[in-house]
């Protein structure tokens, strides 16, 4: 499990094809060090497996669904990519709970800073951010206002939702720290809805169904 709280960023350095099965290779020296083959990590998100460790970088393979539901696959080298390890158990819950099991692909369509860069009070290492991501269509029925959502791994809260798109403030921490300045408008961005807000949505569902099920019991007691 993961809280969405970015430890670093790596540099993806390579993508083979291995017979269908893509690895991945990431520059990460600060997280690489710490790894052991085996184990799980964050990467924007996504939870893979680290493979092939040394001090300076890890590989992970990319199974076909990972591929399909993530960008990862899209990536080219020289991107940047979130970074988390698994939350150790008793340490504090930062974030969120992330499961690293990312639900789809989002559209970044506005990243832009609050502040007027024509304002002479304008830093760009200071300013907040709006963030506006369009939502596929199956996601947003998990999209809650004031909701959390993990968004290439950082948690984050949502400020509104407005038809398909959500919109997000970002803090210059958040902004500079993560691969957020490293993105443009039109980019793919991992989402992974809040599990909590899942679990309630589910259990809504099973409700009104339930209120809605004929059974023979239910028929012969209303005197069918």
């Given at each position: 499990?993961?809280?969405?709280?970015?430890?670093?960023?790596?540099?993806?350095?390579?993508?083979?094809?291995?017979?269908?099965?893509?690895?991945?290779?990431?520059?990460?020296?600060?997280?690489?060090?710490?790894?052991?083959?085996?184990?799980?990590?964050?990467?924007?998100?996504?939870?893979?497996?680290?493979?092939?460790?040394?001090?300076?970088?890890?590989?992970?393979?990319?199974?076909?669904?990972?591929?399909?539901?993530?960008?990862?696959?899209?990536?080219?080298?020289?991107?940047?990519?979130?970074?988390?390890?698994?939350?150790?158990?008793?340490?504090?819950?930062?974030?969120?709970?992330?499961?690293?099991?990312?639900?789809?692909?989002?559209?970044?369509?506005?990243?832009?800073?609050?502040?007027?860069?024509?304002?002479?009070?304008?830093?760009?290492?200071?300013?907040?951010?709006?963030?506006?991501?369009?939502?596929?269509?199956?996601?947003?029925?998990?999209?809650?206002?004031?909701g959390?959502?993990?968004?290439?791994?950082?948690?984050?809260t949502?400020?509104?939702?407005?038809?398909?798109?959500?919109?997000?403030?970002?803090?210059?921490?958040?902004?500079?720290?993560?691969n957020?300045?490293?993105?443009?408008?039109?980019?793919?961005?991992?989402?992974?809805?809040?599990?909590?807000?899942?679990?309630?949505?589910?259990?809504?569902?099973?409700?009104?169904?339930?209120?809605?099920?004929?059974?023979?019991?239910?028929?012969?007691?209303?005197?069918?």
């Amino acid at each position: 499990m993961f809280t969405g709280i970015i430890e670093q960023t790596g540099t993806l350095i390579g993508l083979e094809n291995r017979g269908g099965i893509q690895r991945i290779t990431v520059e990460a020296a600060e997280i690489a060090g710490h790894l052991r083959e085996g184990d799980s990590l964050g990467v924007s998100g996504v939870c893979l497996t680290a493979l092939d460790v040394n001090p300076a970088y890890f590989h992970a393979d990319l199974a076909q669904e990972t591929l399909d539901r993530t960008s990862l696959g899209q990536l080219k080298p020289g991107s940047k990519v979130n970074l988390e390890l698994p939350v150790a158990a008793g340490s504090p819950l930062g974030g969120h709970i992330v499961q690293g099991h990312v639900d789809g692909t989002g559209v970044l369509t506005v990243l832009d800073p609050v502040n007027d860069p024509s304002s002479p009070d304008f830093h760009k290492e200071t300013t907040d951010w709006k963030l506006e991501v369009k939502v596929p269509q199956y996601l947003r029925k998990w999209m809650v206002h004031k909701g959390s959502i993990a968004i290439e791994g950082i948690s984050l809260t949502i400020a509104s939702v407005e038809d398909d798109r959500i919109r997000i403030a970002i803090l210059p921490l958040t902004y500079w720290r993560t691969n957020l300045h490293t993105l443009a408008s039109g980019a793919p961005v991992n989402l992974e809805a809040d599990v909590l807000v899942k679990m309630a949505y589910q259990r809504q569902l099973e409700e009104q169904k339930s209120e809605f099920d004929l059974t023979e019991s239910w028929l012969v007691a209303n005197g069918f």
